[in-house]
């Protein structure tokens, strides 16, 4: 289980956003990541640009119960 933290939205209007699953593919061509999120959701298609943050979650592989996405807060 991955943790991703990814800026959305228009430039002067940007939200972070938090996302848990896997990295399923990396285009250097295109700069995208593909990303599976948590929950059997679609796979999309990620920015590299947009990345905040990229790494394990280790609470979230203890639970086994993490949601596919959560309000960033820290």
């Given at each position: 289980m991955l943790r991703l933290d990814v800026e959305c939205g228009m430039r002067n209007e940007t939200v972070l956003h938090r996302l848990y699953g896997t990295v399923t593919s990396y285009e250097p061509g295109t700069g995208r990541v593909g990303f599976s999120p948590a929950g059997g959701h679609p796979t999309i298609s990620v920015p590299?640009?947009?990345?905040?943050?990229?790494?394990?979650?280790?609470?979230?592989?203890?639970?086994?119960?993490?949601p596919a996405y959560e309000p960033y807060a820290e």
């Open positions: 590299v640009h947009r990345i905040v943050a990229l790494s394990g979650d280790r609470q979230g592989r203890s639970d086994g119960q993490m």
